[in-house]
């Protein structure tokens, strides 16, 4: 079983519209939790943390649920420039980063 | 405020030749500092993780190696390059701790023929 699994999409949203990703993860233990954007060949960069208790940036939000061992990432009004990879990030421990394959999202005009 | 710094941006080497890439981060002091590897319509595969000077951790077993001569300086390298060994190489860096994301750099993009 992979460690960090996503939905690949594509996710073909217009304007305006709400779109959330999920993201499962295999080791219960894990600790920490992130979402990345990836723009077209180049370096992924870090969007935000998940914490425990959800958290919100703007338009985005962030929530983990522990039990079903998943992690979502909301995007609320999409812009045409929301239009990237979304890559979910789970750390086990340490120094261990699991990256999944990335969730694509075009936004339409 | 941190930068961190990857070179070459673009590569192209033929098969058997020696590879060196290098990462340098600016603005921190004893970062984590991190090599992954992104192949075509893959994830990120993370090759070696260093937390301090000369200590390297290896993740995956192949013909690459990695060494950290300076502590914001991480150095990739490969001695005979394979054809699989094409892809995006990228560094991070992140302070030690829970909760602590990664930052990358702009990373390698790197075609072995």
């Given at each position: 079983r992979k460690e960090v699994e996503q939905d690949p999409g594509p996710f073909n949203v217009p304007e305006g519209a709400t779109v959330a990703f999920n993201c499962t993860y295999s080791n219960s233990a894990s600790q920490s939790f992130f979402w990345y954007r990836?723009?077209?060949r180049k370096?992924?960069?870090?969007?935000?943390?998940?914490?425990?208790?959800?958290?919100?940036?703007?338009?985005?939000?962030?929530?983990?649920?522990?039990?079903?061992?998943y992690i979502s990432l909301l995007i609320r009004d999409s812009k045409l420039s929301d239009s990237a990879t979304y890559l979910c990030v789970?750390?086990?421990?340490?120094?261990?980063?699991?990256?999944?394959?990335?969730?694509?999202?075009?936004?339409?005009? | 405020s941190q930068t961190?710094?990857?070179?070459p941006a673009t590569l192209v080497q033929p098969v058997g030749s020696p590879l060196s890439l290098e990462c340098t981060v600016?603005?921190?002091s004893n970062p984590n500092l991190y090599w992954y590897r992104q192949a075509a319509g893959r994830g990120l595969q993370l090759l070696f993780?260093?937390?301090?000077?000369?200590?390297?951790?290896?993740?995956?077993?192949?013909?690459?190696?990695?060494?950290?001569?300076?502590?914001?300086?991480?150095?990739?390298?490969?001695?005979?390059?394979?054809?699989?060994?094409?892809?995006?190489?990228?560094?991070?860096w992140r302070r030690d701790?829970?909760?602590v994301g990664q930052y990358f750099g702009p990373g390698t993009r790197l075609t072995v023929t």
């Open positions: 990836q723009d077209c370096e992924p960069k870090l969007l935000m943390s998940v914490y425990s208790s959800g958290n919100e940036d703007g338009r985005f939000t962030a929530q983990l649920n522990r039990a079903s061992q789970v750390n086990p421990s340490g120094n261990q980063f699991y990256f999944g394959t990335g969730t694509s999202l075009t936004v339409i005009p | 961190i710094h990857q070179w600016e603005g921190t993780y260093s937390i301090g000077i000369d200590q390297i951790s290896s993740e995956v077993p192949q013909n690459l190696s990695a060494s950290r001569p300076q502590d914001r300086q991480f150095i990739l390298s490969s001695k005979k390059l394979l054809l699989s060994d094409s892809g995006f190489y990228l560094c991070a701790g829970i909760g």
